[in-house]
């Protein structure tokens, strides 16, 4: 119930919107500030090498798409076939636009350009919203009270939603780890646990996987439609752009 | 004739560029450093991928040498203190892989 209202768009109290940021160790909030020992500064670097060689040549500098990163995840129609994309799947969007063949949303360079659009966009504020057709909102609030509903609902062997941590226990600790609001504002993230950057995809599997549910596959709907969801709740907030977790 | 390896590498030097100077050095390099030792989810074993050895030399003179091992964290950063010589010259960093492929990294260095 706590989730719905959320989803909304009644407003959060300030403090209730903390960027994972804040919960990272001085010492790992001093990596993330020096480009030169902050290892994402690998992916953003291969990711300007990749615009410069596929991208720039239509979409000219990367900076011309900074308002564009925080407003993912958006519909978009295809041989009429409407659905949720996030940043990633609209990267390989423009492959298979551009006659080149898809790559995983894991995969190196989807990250590594993800990581640069994500990082020219740092400071933008996050603006998931409806698009201006009427049959498009529609379908875009459907989304949305599906994801609502699924960080609403218990899951796993632990029997657990979303929000009974990241509404309910913010500030708690979870093990080694303090629990965070869960605002989708840092990724791509590079996590020391998986040694390697990886997106939000990645990162609600592994919420999946925490609670002992079953994993839903890579790209599936209801992760777009929690994404969407996490985001609207998290609208107004600063991007920090692609950033370390533990 | 062996084969190239092709890495990200980023080295960084902190601290005043000029003769005689202490700078600490900075090599990050994007590397996954698979032990060998890991099955994947579909039970696949995952085939070994270790940098091994890791030189960095500036102008003739070998500076810093590191043998890595399966006990790395992936994208080693590895950092040394050092003193810059009377005369600027280029920073090379040159690796090899447990393979025996290799590849080099040039850096100018110019004292203000």
Redesign the interface.
């Known amino acids: 119930m706590l989730g719905l209202a959320i989803g909304l768009g009644q407003p959060l109290s300030a403090q209730t919107r903390l960027s994972g940021n804040q919960f990272l160790t001085p010492q790992l909030q001093a990596m993330q500030q020096d480009a ?2 902050n ?1 994402i ?2 992916w953003v ?2 990711g300007q090498t990749l615009w410069r060689n596929d991208c720039q040549s239509c979409h000219h500098a990367p900076e011309t798409l900074r308002t564009s990163a925080a407003e993912f995840p958006r519909l978009i129609t295809r041989n009429k076939n409407t659905r949720l994309i996030n940043l990633e799947d609209q990267i390989n969007v423009c492959r298979q636009r551009v006659g080149q063949h898809p790559k995983g949303l894991e995969d190196d360079d989807t990250l590594s350009l993800s990581a640069l659009l994500h990082s020219v966009a740092k400071g933008q504020t996050i603006h998931a919203q409806a698009p201006a057709d009427a049959a498009g909102q529609q379908r875009w609030q459907d989304e949305l009270a599906q994801g609502a509903q699924l960080y609403a609902t218990r899951i796993g062997r632990l029997n657990l939603a979303c929000m009974h941590c990241h509404d309910g226990k913010v500030g708690a600790n979870l093990r080694a780890e303090i629990v965070s609001p869960g605002h989708p504002s840092g990724f791509p993230i590079y996590r020391l646990n998986w ?2 950057m990886g997106s939000i995809d990645r990162r609600l599997r592994a919420c999946y996987s925490g609670v002992q549910a079953t994993l839903p596959p890579p790209g599936s709907a209801n992760l777009r439609q929690l994404e969407l969801f996490l985001k609207v709740r998290a609208n107004g907030m600063p991007l920090d752009g692609p950033s370390i977790r533990r | 004739m062996s084969q190239t390896l092709d890495l990200r590498v980023r080295l960084s030097l902190s601290g005043p560029l000029r003769p005689n100077a202490e700078v600490e050095v900075r090599l990050l390099i994007g590397h996954m450093m698979e032990t060998g030792f890991r099955y994947d989810g579909s039970g696949a074993h995952v085939a070994k991928d270790i940098l091994q050895f890791v030189k960095v030399h500036m102008g003739d003179a070998l500076i810093f040498e590191a043998e890595l091992g399966t006990g790395m964290a992936a994208n080693p950063m590895l950092f040394f203190s050092f003193t810059l010589p009377p005369q600027a010259a280029d920073m090379v960093v040159s690796w090899s892989d447990h393979l025996g492929r290799t590849g080099q990294m040039r850096r100018p260095v110019l004292y203000s």
Do not use: A
């Open positions: 030169d020992v290892p500064s690998l670097e291969k040694q390697n």
